[in-house]
């Protein structure tokens, strides 16, 4: 038995991704070994999905794309502390049988941690403006760049204001030597599936510090590493998650774009 032929695209975007999945793919598509074996159409009814009363559930059903960050009020420092070892942090190490882990939380193919977290802290208490390199080990944020001035973060996140007025926003790079290296193209998939891993810490870690965050996917990865200093060959950006506290003169709609008077 042979498997259907791989998708075929006639739009170029479309058909590049393809590529990209099938090259990235651990099982050629024109080799199948494993039968299929069709069973007649039958539907099982599930019991009542219900969130259990606990803090997660809370957080899981706060959570919300928020493009409107309270303007007058600045990140607390210790809510962004909190929000990225939550996300991405040392949080101890662990024996094993074999070996001694570093634990995070997150998972990670072979335990690489090919990401890194840049800050952009335009209002963080405490913390002059500038773009800031986290290091989980030391729970730290060390000066890299300067922040952009506002006609360029807007360019760098692509005309969104709720970004680029946003308090702070953890942008997610990826380091794919090791992952890569091991994994080859399907490594670069490992990259994006743990940025995924990540930003929903962030985004639920918000809601659970009484902050929100926006996920973004929209940036300029050049100009972001121009801005940043990043060695484009080494250091990807990959996504980002705009922070703040959320505006309380729209809770009931914090989804929508936030609109600024015009000067
Ligand atoms: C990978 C990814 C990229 C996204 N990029 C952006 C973005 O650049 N700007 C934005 O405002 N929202 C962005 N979003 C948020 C989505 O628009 C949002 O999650 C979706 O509309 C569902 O709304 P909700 O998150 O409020 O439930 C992104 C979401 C994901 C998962």
Redesign the pocket.
């Known amino acids: 038995m042979t498997t259907s032929a791989p998708p075929r695209f006639d739009d170029a975007p479309l058909s590049a991704v393809a590529d990209f999945h099938r090259a990235s793919s651990r099982h050629s598509w024109d080799r199948a070994d494993t039968p299929f074996r069709p069973t007649a159409p039958s539907t099982q009814a599930l019991p009542p999905a219900a969130l259990p009363d606990n803090a997660l559930s809370a957080c899981i059903a706060g ?5 409107r960050f309270d303007q007058a009020a600045a990140l607390p420092a210790a809510a962004l502390s909190s929000l990225l070892h939550l996300s991405y942090g040392h949080l101890g190490m662990v024996e094993t049988l074999q070996q001694t882990l570093e634990t995070r939380p997150v998972p990670s193919a072979s335990g690489f941690y090919p990401l890194a977290f840049l800050v952009f802290a335009r209002a963080v208490e405490n913390l002059p403006a500038a773009i800031y390199r986290y290091d989980p080990s030391a729970q730290s944020l060390s000066a890299i760049a300067a922040l952009p001035d506002a006609p360029t973060m807007m360019q760098v ?2 005309q ?1 204001p ?2 680029a007025q946003a308090p702070a926003i953890v942008v997610m790079t990826g380091q794919p030597q090791a992952v890569v290296g091991r994994y080859h193209a399907r490594g670069y998939r490992f990259l994006l599936l743990e940025c ?1 891993h990540v ?1 929903q810490n962030l985004l639920l870690g918000a809601a659970a510090l009484g902050l929100a965050g ?6 300029e990865d050049y100009r972001l590493c121009c801005a940043a200093g990043l060695d484009a060959e080494r250091e990807w950006p990959l ?1 980002a998650v705009a922070l703040g506290s959320p505006d309380p003169a729209h809770l009931s709609d914090l ?1 929508t ?1 936030q609109v600024y008077a015009q000067p």
């Open positions: 959570r919300l794309s928020c493009r996140f692509l969104q709720w970004a995924g930003g926006c996920p973004l996917g929209g940036f996504y989804r774009p």
